[in-house]
């Protein structure tokens, strides 16, 4: 069973960055579509970002699009997320998931997050 673990989160000033990384172990994350969600204090989880098995496609929320940036290297098994110019309501839990490229398919092997806190 594939273990995702979340990691690189912390205390930020806004306007700061982090770089968050979210790796498999036990299994392989080379075929699957990668996503990072977040969930803020009271809110529901959302939709972040995502990445491709190739790492050719990637797709983003409008509220990180051009501050945030996905990729993968699946040779380590890892996929990150680099956060720039964030802001305060960027504050969240920070998961990753994975997700089988057919119609669908539901993300899966959710890990146990990471906290990203941003301070105005």
């Known amino acids: 069973q594939v273990q995702l673990v979340e990691s690189g989160g912390g205390l930020v000033q806004a306007g700061g960055s982090l770089r968050l990384s979210c790796a498999a172990s036990?299994?392989?994350?080379?075929?699957?579509?990668m996503g990072w969600f977040r969930q803020a204090a009271g809110k529901e989880r959302e939709f972040v970002a995502a990445?491709?098995?190739?790492?050719?496609?990637?797709h983003y929320a409008d509220s990180v699009l051009g501050r945030f940036t996905i990729s993968r290297d699946n040779a380590k098994n890892t996929v990150y997320l680099q956060m720039n110019r964030l802001k305060p309501e960027d504050t969240a839990v920070y998961y990753c998931?994975?997700?089988?490229?057919?119609?669908?398919?539901?993300?899966?092997?959710w890990g146990q997050g990471t906290q990203v806190t941003v301070s105005s």
């Open positions: 036990g299994g392989t994350i080379g075929i699957y579509t």
């Open positions: 990445i491709s098995w190739s790492g050719g496609s990637t």
């Open positions: 998931a994975r997700r089988l490229p057919v119609l669908e398919a539901e993300y899966e092997s």
